[in-house]
């Protein structure tokens, strides 16, 4: 079933909104009388198709259809969400909540994007109150995963439960709000921040560029993994959480912060901001700082993901939902080689020259070879119980160049096998277009000796299936080839 979200503002937040949404195959029509609106959104749609499917090691879901819409009816009346983004001044709001209720599902979801005002308040007055909810993201939307959905008991816990597993199914992580208050949880600590920055900048303590070294060299790192409390926990050390509290609770007495106090925000204090901004970051354009910004958050969260350790973490059970929503059991057909592979080619996995690296090539043909080893029944048990697969030798021909954002498919034939060998050969596609091949010699090892020995009888027979119906085939080109210099002249 698709889905369909409409997306009442399309600027950078509702832009957001509407690739992760498309990007995770449902449909999405978006209003904005904004006559610049269509190329607004086609800028951030360009960065979400270059970095998201990154993200994950798993083919993300054909892209739903992208309509805009000429009037506000025709955006939501099918809708099953709706998403709005529209300035923030609370009459604006009330009075598209308004509109949309008169022509929208009852049973759709209301979310909005809005940083400051409580859901009370946006449903004050609204025909159904128990539609509308506060569904906070953070730019870019597309990337990070966090939502605050903040809710009052006029949306009731069934309401509230469609919402979590419709935004869990696109990767976001909803963090459920049960009290209101103004600004939410996230942006009251990044008001915080920012206020203490403020008065470091003025008083000539520290400028722009280092206050934003001290965060993304620092705590920033530990933050964007563990949080806060958590963080102090461990600071706390083998005494934990109370050795941390009575060793530095006094120090919430010392004038450490000017919180409370916020220094004139006139002219000369964001002319002296803007002009070390302009020193620390002009040498870029906002297109070249987003792209920047967009490969640095693919990088670390894929390199969390490595550890299964926070967005890590949530990164592995998307990708477990992708696997489950976007596959049917096939049938099995031993006379064809058998797909060991599909998957996106992320952005770190390419080189100087734009295009997948050499390692990666032997990766991807690496986790072919495992897949077809958990197929004859060589897999996560039997390795626990002590029998494996050793590579003993490769051959991999590089026919053409892959790029990153594209879905390469590995196809496998078993060339020979049987007691302790296993002969595989992979072909890797984009499309129907050959864009490697790898060749790979395995001899099965019990793990406890470390020594070559022959395979369980189940997994040998399962094997040996696989070797006979592939014998039927041509033999690929290519196949036993190694090697060979060119003569001296």
Not at 89 to 112: D, N, Y
Not at 221 to 237: C, D, K, N, P, S
Request: with cysteine; net charge negative.
């Amino acid at each position: 079933m698709t889905h369909t979200a409409a997306i009442i503002g399309g600027g950078v937040i509702g832009g957001g909104w509407a690739a992760r949404f498309l990007l995770n195959g449902w449909d999405v029509h978006v209003f904005d009388p904004d006559p610049e609106a269509e190329r607004k959104l086609g800028q951030v749609l360009a960065n979400a198709r270059r970095s998201l499917p990154g993200l994950t090691d798993v083919a993300l879901p054909t892209e739903g259809r992208l309509q805009f819409c000429t009037t506000l009816q025709g955006a939501v009346e099918h809708a099953d969400w709706i998403q709005e983004s529209v300035p923030e001044r609370l009459e604006i709001k009330h009075k598209t909540m308004a509109a949309i209720q008169q022509v929208c599902r009852p049973e759709a979801v209301i979310g909005s994007s809005t940083s400051g005002f409580k859901p009370s308040e946006l449903q004050a007055g609204a025909a159904r109150p128990e539609q509308i909810m506060v569904c906070h993201p953070f730019n870019p939307v597309y990337l990070l995963p966090l939502v605050e959905v903040v809710t009052t008991p006029q949306n009731g816990s069934e309401r509230i439960d469609v919402v979590k597993t419709l935004l869990q199914g696109v990767g976001m992580y909803p963090l459920h709000l049960k009290k209101e208050i103004d600004a939410h949880v996230a942006d009251r600590f990044l008001e915080a921040v920012w206020r203490e920055a403020l008065w470091l900048v003025k008083d000539g303590i520290a400028t722009t560029e280092e206050i934003d070294d001290a965060i993304r060299y620092g705590f920033g790192i530990r933050w964007a993994q563990m949080g806060l409390f958590e963080t102090y926990r461990v600071a706390g050390g083998e005494a934990g959480m109370k050795h941390f509290m009575a060793q530095f609770g006094p120090a919430l007495k010392w004038p450490w912060t000017k919180l409370m106090d916020v220094p004139d925000f006139n002219d000369d204090l964001v002319d002296l901001i803007a002009g070390q901004s302009d020193d620390q970051s002009g040498a870029y354009t906002i297109t070249e700082l987003e792209q920047i910004r967009d490969n640095n958050l693919v990088a670390m969260m894929r390199a969390l993901k490595t550890q299964d350790w926070g967005v890590g973490a949530l990164l592995t059970k998307h990708e477990d939902h992708l696997r489950e929503s976007g596959t049917e059991p096939q049938p099995v057909d031993h006379t064809a080689p058998v797909v060991t592979g599909n998957r996106v080619v992320p952005l770190d996995w390419t080189d100087y020259n734009g295009h997948m690296n050499e390692a990666r090539y032997l990766q991807a043909f690496a986790d072919a070879t495992d897949q077809f080893m958990a197929i004859i029944g060589c897999d996560a048990a039997y390795i626990a119980a002590g029998g494996s697969y050793f590579t003993a030798e490769t051959h991999i021909r590089h026919l053409d160049e892959v790029n990153a954002g594209q879905i390469i498919r590995i196809e496998t034939t078993a060339l020979g096998g049987g007691g302790k060998k296993l002969h595989l050969w992979h072909e890797m596609y984009v499309a129907e277009k050959m864009i490697a091949t790898g060749e790979h010699f395995l001899l099965h090892v019990d793990l406890k000796t470390r020594k070559p020995s022959p395979a369980s009888p189940a997994v040998d027979s399962a094997l040996k299936e696989w070797v006979e119906a592939h014998g039927e085939r041509p033999r690929p080109e290519g196949a036993g080839r190694a090697i060979v210099s060119s003569p001296p002249r």
